[in-house]
Structure formats: structure tokens, C-alpha cells
């Protein structure tokens, strides 16, 4: 989500079409979540909400996901996701819903650096096109972020995940780094990947960047992504709108 160094899809998580429910995603160094799938060990401020949308393209499969996420309490945050794919002749739609928690008591300070850690659980669920909405799966991801500098921030995940179609369990892991060479906007780069490649897909590799149209409000970016084993690109263009005022919260 995004957030002043403190965003979470996105977001990891789990991406709506592969992963799909953890990965919900920052403006600054601990950013993650959109443009990034891997997620950070940070929450929205209480009462603030973010809403994120973007357009996915592989071959001639298309995608159309809002991603929208409040924090609750301090420490505290909630995601969901929708997903309209095309073309729609097997599943009509997707969605997850997902909490992490990363109190900020959960930080160290260490010589390389802030490291912060949080949880982040999450589910799923598709609607076919011939029946209504059922779950099809469920994970758990442990977070952490170094922020190094001003500059760089590292993130990565780790977990279980379910598959509810087959019953199998899966372990993913995200790597990303992060780079902010200008208060206007970031580039990043990270890796996804799971044990159970048969069922979750190859690893996952996918660089892009953020630029700010209104620092640290509006943000649009752009990344670029294959699969192991595929030749197919992955395209995203999206946006952020951070900062959203949902209601005051307590002192």
C-alpha cells in the first residue's frame, strides 16, 4: 500500500490472476504493493484509504483490477481486490479480501538499517460462468522490509498458500528491491516465486516504475513481467490514489 516510509496488493501477495489475494500493495523507500506484487511490513494510517487500479495483458488474455485498502487501526489494514478478465468464457470474475497487521512495535534498527516485519492473511474467490461465487484458495504471508536509506528499501515474503481446486498447499517467496532516484517517482525489480509450479506457475520476474502526477497523492505506472518458461510478456498500466480521507480517527 502506499505509504511515507512507514504502502500493500496487491497485491505479495497473491496477484488476482496467479497468486491473487495477498498481493494487494508507498511513496518513498518502503513502497510496495502497486506498481510491486511482493507487499511491504507497513500499514495505511488509521482512517486513510488508498484506491489503486490497473490493466493487465498476456497474449491475448486481458485484465481489469480496482484494489482498494483502508487502515482500521494503527498497525491495522484492510484490502480487497476485483478482477474482470477477458475473454470471460470460464471464469466471470475474481476477488480477495485480505488483513495484514504490522505493528510498528515489531521494528528494529540495526546496523544495515530499519527492518520491519507483519503478517498478512488472505482469501480468494472466483465466480465461474456457470455458478456463483465460491472460494478457490487461501494463504498466509510473513513480511519484512529494510529500508536502508532514503533511497533503497528491500521486501520480501514468505507463506503458504492453498489452492482449493486440487488441495495442494504451496510456499511463496518474494524478493524485491527498491530504487527512488527522484522525490517524482521509483523504479523497482523483484522475483516471484512458489514450490508448487504446477499448480501456482513458474517464477515470476517483473521490473517498472512509478511516476508521481501529484507527489505522494497520484501516481502512474508501468511494468513489464514473464513467467519462466513462457514467452510471453506480462503488461501493467495503472494508477494510485493515496491519502483518501475515509473518517477521523481517534487520538
Not at 527492518?115 to 456457470?130: H, Q
Amino acid at each position: 500500500m502506499m505509504k511515507q516510509d512507514s504502502r500493500v496488493n496487491v497485491s505479495v501477495c497473491l496477484r488476482p490472476a496467479a497468486w491473487g489475494l495477498l498481493a494487494l500493495a508507498c511513496a518513498g523507500p518502503a513502497l510496495s504493493g502497486r506498481p510491486l506484487s511482493s507487499d511491504d511490513a507497513a500499514t495505511a494510517d488509521p482512517g486513510s484509504c488508498q484506491l489503486e487500479g490497473w490493466g493487465e495483458k498476456v497474449g491475448s488474455s486481458r485484465a481489469l483490477v480496482l484494489a482498494p485498502a483502508c487502515g482500521i487501526v494503527e498497525g491495522l489494514e484492510i484490502d480487497v481486490d476485483y478482477t474482470h478478465p477477458h475473454p470471460r468464457d470460464e471464469i466471470r470474475g475474481e476477488s480477495g479480501f485480505a488483513v495484514k497487521w504490522a505493528p510498528k512495535s515489531w521494528g528494529l534498527l540495526t546496523s544495515a538499517g530499519q527492518i520491519n516485519f507483519g503478517l498478512k492473511a488472505g482469501v480468494g474467490f472466483e465466480r465461474p460462468s456457470d455458478s456463483g461465487w465460491r472460494r478457490n484458495g487461501q494463504g498466509l504471508l510473513g513480511l519484512a522490509t529494510l529500508v536502508v536509506n532514503e533511497d533503497f528499501a528491500l521486501h520480501a515474503n514468505l507463506g503458504p498458500h492453498q489452492d482449493r481446486a486440487s488441495g495442494l498447499t504451496g510456499t511463496a517467496l518474494n524478493l524485491a528491491l527498491v530504487w527512488v532516484p527522484s522525490p517524482m517517482g521509483l523504479l523497482f525489480a523483484e522475483v516471484q516465486s512458489n514450490d508448487r509450479r504446477s499448480v501456482f506457475g513458474g517464477t515470476q520476474r517483473t521490473m517498472g516504475g512509478l511516476w508521481w502526477v501529484t507527489p505522494d497523492k497520484l501516481g502512474l505506472s508501468l511494468t513489464v513481467g514473464q513467467q519462466a518458461g513462457s514467452s510471453q510478456m506480462q503488461w501493467t498500466l495503472g494508477f494510485g490514489w493515496y491519502g483518501l480521507t475515509a473518517w477521523e480517527a481517534s487520538p
